[in-house]
């Protein structure tokens, strides 16, 4: 291989790796949909958690959470379990509106003049019911991150999405399946005639 | 002593001050409203004043132990009676808020007097001292004293305390700006015009560490 083909696939690295860990590289915290992306069947459940990682003194936070109600409906939210690490809690789950394709305001805090939570985990669980087929995102918004003196965190946001797939199953019928089992009897009786006749 | 200060001395309302008349001719009810209370004191203080004969003039003071509290908060209010005669002021002296009568508190042996409040309401309050003097001291009043009630941060509820009730009022309006239903201006603490995670946090921390709030 050449220099300059060495020279490029490190460049190319360097780069990648600059843009898919930017949030990492800047010390910031990552609010992420976790999975960030899943599939489930027409009438089936999801459950998704709104994921948070590399955060310090964490002690309040909000969202909203977006989908495309064509696709999916909210059904509920519950608390994560990493504000609760760290004290008792209030939490608020947010309003759901599967006309509109939202779940907005929720929040969570610690109560006490206490430190925040540091690392990573689940801030809040949310679960949706499959609808129609297609692709939805779960975007995050309105995300807002404090810290116990009340100043924001910086942060940035993963969304994710979700594909609902038809419920009819896609496998041939019985009868397709025999249909199909005879006209491969017909065809090889075809063949051996012709054989034969020669 | 001359006829109006002999009825006024005789039968001033300095000493009866919180009784009934005893009819519409009753000389201690100086205003005729049918009380006697501090205000035909301040009538009496009107007609004759420190100058009231065979009365020694007296001065009162009034001072607060904070110009600011809290809502519910105590704080005291210290008055004394200063006088140049030989026989030093006794009796009581009247604490009135805005006008009203709040408490009574009795001249001790320093000639003052002293009485613990926690009972105004929020907003700001001017308070005066009232000597309602005694055989031998003229009655007088203080200069008033401004005192500004505030309320205690993160009581939404204005009872004083923050606790639950008052995390599930920031909740009830959580995610309201101004103007839209359900608003509640208690509820936006830092009065940005919309309740969200800063006002619920700084409730919160207003608690003690480890409340559990169902």
Redesign the interface.
């Known amino acids: 291989m050449k220099r300059s083909t060495y020279k490029t696939i490190f460049v190319a690295a360097v780069l990648l790796f600059a843009f898919s860990g930017r949030a990492f590289a800047d010390g910031g915290a990552v609010v992420s949909v976790q999975p960030t992306s899943s599939t489930i069947p027409s009438g089936g459940t999801a459950t998704l958690d709104v994921d948070i990682s590399g955060v310090s003194d964490l002690y309040a936070f909000q969202f909203d959470v977006l989908f495309g109600a064509a696709n999916v409906s909210a059904t509920s939210e519950i608390e994560g379990s990493l504000l609760s690490s760290g004290g008792t809690t209030f939490f608020i789950p947010g309003t759901i509106d599967n006309v509109g394709g939202s779940v907005t305001a929720t929040a969570d805090t610690l109560i006490g003049a206490i430190s925040g939570v540091n690392g990573s985990g689940t801030l809040a669980v949310l679960e949706f019911t499959g609808l129609a087929p297609g692709i939805t995102s779960i975007d995050l918004a309105n995300v807002v991150l404090l810290d116990p003196d009340f100043n924001s965190i910086d942060f940035t946001i993963q969304d994710g999405s979700l594909t609902v797939k038809s419920s009819v199953a896609t496998t041939p019928e019985p009868s397709g399946l025999l249909m199909l089992g005879i006209g491969l009897v017909g065809l090889v009786g075809l063949s051996r005639r012709k054989h034969a006749a020669n | 002593m001359n006829s109006l200060s002999h009825r006024l001395v005789q039968k001033s309302p300095v000493r009866s001050v919180g009784d009934t008349p005893t009819g519409p001719d009753d000389a201690r009810d100086i205003n005729r409203d049918g009380k006697i209370n501090n205000l035909d004191v301040e009538a009496l203080l009107t007609l004759c004043g420190k100058n009231c004969p065979s009365l020694t003039a007296t001065t009162t003071s009034l001072a607060s132990s904070a110009a600011q509290v809290q809502y519910t908060h105590p704080f005291t209010l210290t008055s004394k009676v200063s006088g140049n005669g030989s026989q030093l002021p006794t009796g009581d002296v009247s604490f009135v808020v805005d006008g009203q009568l709040d408490d009574i508190g009795i001249l001790s042996s320093t000639d003052q007097t002293s009485v613990v409040s926690n009972s105004l309401s929020i907003g700001s309050h001017t308070i005066s001292a009232l000597y309602s003097g005694s055989l031998n001291n003229a009655p007088s009043s203080s200069e008033p004293v401004a005192v500004t009630v505030v309320s205690v941060p993160g009581d939404v509820n204005g009872d004083g305390v923050v606790n639950c009730l008052d995390?599930d009022l920031v909740?009830a309006a959580?995610?309201t700006k101004t103007g839209q239903p359900g608003f509640n201006p208690n509820a936006d603490v830092n009065h940005d015009g919309v309740v969200?995670?800063?006002d619920?946090?700084?409730v919160?921390?207003q608690?003690?560490?480890?409340?559990?709030?169902p």
Do not use: D, H, M, R
């Open positions: 995390l909740k959580f995610g969200n995670v800063l619920l946090a700084f919160a921390s608690l003690p560490a480890a409340t559990t709030c």
